[in-house]
Nanobody
Framework: QVQLVESGGGLVQAGGSLRLSCAASGSIYWITDMGWYRQAPGKQRDMVATITRSGSTNYADSVKDRFTISRDNAKNTVYLQMNSLKPEDTGVYSC????????WGQGTQVTVSS
């Protein structure tokens, strides 16, 4: 089993920045893809950004040029730097890791006020 713990969420004004972290622990042998997903109130959970073990990234169109995903394989940690935040970025941000199967964290709340 792999456990994922997110941190770094909070309340920020529009235009501000936040940095999310997600640390994996447990029975880790080779985590491949990691990513961040967002669920806004009353909506489905959508992909925000993903990163492969070698560092290839993919972003939702709505966050391109504002968010940056990165990872530290030695620490089994993935990060999401969020700049120029907008109220529509509000939601619960969850981390996902792929190691044979998908593992999810509990999520961290991000609220952007206008």
């Amino acid at each position: 089993q792999v456990q994922l713990v997110e941190s770094g969420g909070g309340l920020v004004q529009a235009g501000g920045s936040l940095r999310l972290s997600c640390a994996a622990s447990g029975s880790i042998y080779w985590i491949t893809d990691m990513g961040w997903y967002r669920q806004a109130p009353g909506k489905q959970r959508d992909m925000v950004a993903t990163i492969t073990r070698s560092g290839s990234t993919n972003y939702a169109d709505s966050v391109k040029d504002r968010f940056t995903i990165s990872r530290d394989n030695a620490k089994n940690t993935v990060y999401l730097q969020m700049n120029s935040l907008k109220p529509e970025d509000t939601g619960v941000y969850s981390c996902k890791a792929l190691q044979g199967r998908s593992y999810w964290g509990q999520g961290t709340q991000v609220t952007v006020s206008s």
